[in-house]
């Protein structure tokens, strides 16, 4: 198996969509399919990055499967952008004293 990062995950913009319906609800993979305009087969490609990524998880309920958001793993990324944030604000603050 790739090794895959969260960035990964949220690079693409129907990975994105897709977090954000689990976000919502689990759902199976052709309940999530109906939302895309694609293949199921490409959707599937899609949740198995993000389970790769481990951003989504799957549950088995009888013979459906259920995929779920991982929101501990997001974390990851707040962790990242935190580092620059500080950076962010004191240009900000520093542009809002050239402004005012």
């Not at 199921?40 to 499967?65: N, P, W, Y």
Request: proline share 2%; net charge positive.
């Amino acid at each position: 198996m790739i090794r895959r990062d969260i960035f990964q995950a949220i690079a693409d913009p129907t990975r994105r969509a897709i977090l954000a319906l689990l976000a919502l609800q689990a759902m199976t993979p052709n309940a999530l399919a109906e939302h895309f305009n694609s293949s199921r087969q490409a959707v599937s490609k899609h949740i198995k990055i993000l389970t790769e990524c481990e951003v989504v998880k799957q549950e088995q309920t009888g013979r459906e499967i259920y995929y779920h958001f991982n929101a501990k793993k997001m974390k990851e990324i707040d962790l990242w952008l935190e580092q620059f944030k500080k950076q962010w604000e004191d240009r900000f603050d520093q542009l809002d004293n050239l402004i005012g």
